[in-house]
């Protein structure tokens, strides 16, 4: 399994930005997908995720609201839609893939994922 995201830009406070995350190869086993987010420097930190084949998702505190996660089922594509963006959100976001049914608190641990992308920038300009 291969993940890729695209779409990271350079938006204005208050903007919004939608960022994909492509899979490849047999995207068929990850049961949940997730978005992380990191600063250089700093640790990846979850920030939503959803099971596939139950549309349940899962967000962090300070996205709740603002930020929407959505995919294909198989695993070949998931998306999230940034609405209201702060600086405080700007961050290399990076698509996580599990073999397994994760909710809280499983699903913002990062070793609980084994597949991950490379990462997209979001930058947001006050």
């Known amino acids: 399994v291969q993940l890729a995201e695209s779409g990271g830009d350079l938006v204005q406070a208050g903007g919004s930005l939608r960022i994909s995350c492509t899979g490849s190869?047999?995207?068929?086993?990850?049961?949940?997908m997730s978005w992380f987010r990191h600063v250089p420097g700093k640790e990846r930190v979850f920030v939503a995720g959803?099971?596939?084949?139950?549309?349940?998702?899962f967000y962090a505190d300070p996205v709740e609201g603002r930020f929407t996660i959505s995919g294909d089922d198989d695993g070949r594509h998931l998306y999230l839609q940034m609405t209201d963006l702060r600086p405080e959100d700007a961050a290399i976001y990076t698509c996580?893939?599990?073999?397994?049914?994760?909710?809280?608190?499983?699903?913002?641990?990062?070793?609980?994922?084994?597949?991950w992308g490379q990462g997209t920038q979001v930058s947001v300009s006050s």
């Open positions: 959803r099971r596939n084949f139950e549309g349940s998702s």
């Open positions: 996580a893939g599990a073999m397994a049914k994760l909710g809280p608190p499983q699903i913002t641990r990062r070793g609980s994922y084994s597949f």
């Open positions: 190869g047999a995207t068929y086993i990850l049961d949940t």
